[in-house]
């Protein structure tokens, strides 16, 4: 299949080689040439890694860089079957390249947006064969990451899911069908991972690192909220948060936090600015967690309930099947076990309770036990 990728960044190259892996030609967009080069030096050095450890042959890696190609023309991609957009989440943009792609390409062509928090119908909206356009949301590093959100506009021909959860799983990946509502899935459901770390860490319960460690250490999350918003970076999240926030509605649920937006605004992004939540400069000793049992699992609960709250409310809306929130979770975001399960194991009533001691405390609708969550009693 002769694909395409619009977007040299981290996503970009990163879709592209999970492609020319798979098999498929692949082609390149960026308008900066300098970029061009960067992105394909940035390939070579990740295809040697790989070879270094075994991964794949000398003959494989070389393989896979010759199905890859570059272009800083948008013409180049009349010939393309399939197309993923993976630039920047401003709406204007995308609109942009879809109205121009499909000018350019054949009317069977597939465009698709790898936009994780922006409405796949509105980007759709600006083609004349929107039938032809959906999401496939690669999670970074996508070459790694098994999950993809395949997004169906209101105006995606049904027929062609089939066709393009065909083509994932021939790719290894996990595909799950997620509705244009903001956040999708993975996105909609893990804001109190955040979210709610924050809200303990200015309430003055707990510091970083005794979030960081009560997460991992009683929960089994692979990192702590802190670590993974500055290994995400502080920008990114903050962003992806207020972008939420404001689709919903300004639902309290998802309010952004100051404290990550001042983060931002100082620069301090995390691990690729230096400085996060963490220190990453040479020399620099991460803060020592207060390894209070009683505290780690109070902290750890008021975050899960939170999220199987969130998980609860996607299958209540109807956002995905049980099945595709469990995979998505588990799969998109690691997450140790399925929250739907998660919360079965804890007791659905005692989940329920929890939820309504939280609103009791702080008559937020913050805490509003979703109806999908009450149900299940």
Same mark, same amino acid.
């Given at each position: 299949?002769?694909?395409?990728? /619009? ?8 879709? %592209? ?16 040439? %300098?970029?061009?080069? +960067? %992105? =394909? ?13 075994? &991964? ?16 800083? &023309? ?36 597939? =465009? ?33 990451? &098994? ?24 790719? $290894?990946? /996990?595909?799950?069908?997620? &509705? ?16 709610? %770390? ?42 992806? @948060? ?16 100051? @404290? ?15 400085? $996060? ?29 939170? =999220? ?16 595709? /929130? ?23 009533? +005692? ?20 109806? $999908? =969550?009450?149900?299940?009693?």
């Amino acid at each position: 299949m002769k694909t395409g990728v /619009i977007g040299s960044g981290t996503m970009g190259t990163g879709i %592209a080689q999970l492609m020319a892996m798979a098999g498929e030609e692949v082609l390149i967009y960026d308008n900066n040439p %300098a970029a061009c080069e +960067r %992105a =394909l030096e940035r390939l070579q050095k990740i295809m040697q890694r790989l070879t270094e450890k075994g &991964k794949v042959s000398q003959e494989e890696a070389e393989a896979t860089l010759g199905r890859i190609s570059f272009a800083d &023309k948008l013409i180049a991609f009349g010939d393309r079957e399939l197309i993923v957009e993976a630039v920047i989440e401003d709406l204007g943009v995308k609109q942009d390249i879809f109205e121009q792609l499909e000018d350019l390409c054949s009317p069977d062509c597939i =465009l698709a947006t790898n936009t994780s928090s922006l409405s796949v119908t509105s980007i759709a909206a600006a083609c004349d064969r929107p039938q032809r356009v959906l999401g496939m949301h690669f999670f970074n590093p996508a070459p790694v990451m &098994k999950l993809v959100e395949v997004v169906p506009a209101l105006q995606t021909d049904r027929s062609l899911l089939s066709e393009i959860k065909a083509l994932l799983e021939k790719w $290894g990946k /996990i595909p799950v069908e997620a &509705k244009d509502t903001p956040g999708f899935i993975v996105n909609r459901i893990a804001r109190p991972f955040y979210g709610e %770390a924050l809200r303990i860490l200015e309430e003055g319960i707990a510091d970083v690192a005794t979030i960081d460690w009560a997460m991992t250490e009683m929960g089994g999350f692979r990192m702590g909220p802190f670590t993974l918003m500055d290994y995400i970076g502080n920008d990114v999240n903050y962003a992806v @948060t207020e972008t939420v926030f404001k689709a919903f509605y300004y639902d309290p649920r998802y309010k952004p936090s100051f @404290t990550q937006k001042r983060l931002a605004e100082a620069g301090w992004l995390g691990r690729k600015s230096g400085r $996060g939540y963490y220190d990453y400069s040479p020399g620099a000793q991460r803060p020592e967690p207060k390894e209070d049992p009683v505290l780690g699992l109070s902290i750890f609960k008021r975050i899960l309930v939170m =999220l199987i709250n969130e998980a609860a409310d996607a299958l209540f809306w109807q956002i995905a099947s049980r099945e595709d /929130i469990e995979l998505a979770m588990t799969k998109g975001v690691n997450y140790p076990k399925g929250l739907l399960q998660w919360a079965e194991e804890i007791g659905i009533a +005692r989940c329920v309770e929890m939820m309504d001691e939280l609103y009791d405390r702080y008559r937020e609708d913050r805490y509003r036990c979703s109806p $999908g =969550l009450r149900n299940m009693l």
